[in-house]
């Protein structure tokens, strides 16, 4: 299945001597779905925790091996979703999603 979103690329800035921030900028990204697996986590809790291990292929120009630890979340079906794991595939990555993305985002 095509993929169309945004990767949430996040870099380190020093806004003042030795107070540093997390920027996020987004970036668009065409790709494919490879597998889709919703997990639904009951165990201990009133509502369940909603998961996923849901793969996503996208290009790795611009986003390469040394840029893999910057990638933080990928925007999929209207939601951010954290990156669990990245697998280089050249010319291609893979992304595995996790869980809802709840850290910064671009302002």
Do not use: C, H
């Not at 020093?14 to 490879?34: A, F, K």
Request: charge should be neutral; aromatic fraction near 8%; proline fraction near 8%.
């Amino acid at each position: 299945m095509r993929f169309s979103g945004k990767l949430g690329l996040v870099q380190q800035t020093e806004v003042r001597p030795g107070i540093w921030e997390e920027v996020v900028t987004e970036v668009p990204v065409l790709g494919t779905v490879r597998q889709v697996t919703a997990v639904l986590n009951g165990e201990g809790n009133v509502l369940p925790e909603y998961t996923s291990t849901t793969s996503i292929t996208v290009p790795a120009r611009g986003v390469g091996p040394q840029d893999n630890s910057m990638i933080r979340y990928v925007t999929y079906k209207g939601l951010r979703w954290q990156i669990n794991s990245i697998v280089d595939e050249p010319p291609r990555i893979v992304l595995y999603i996790g869980e809802v993305y709840r850290g910064p985002t671009p302002e």
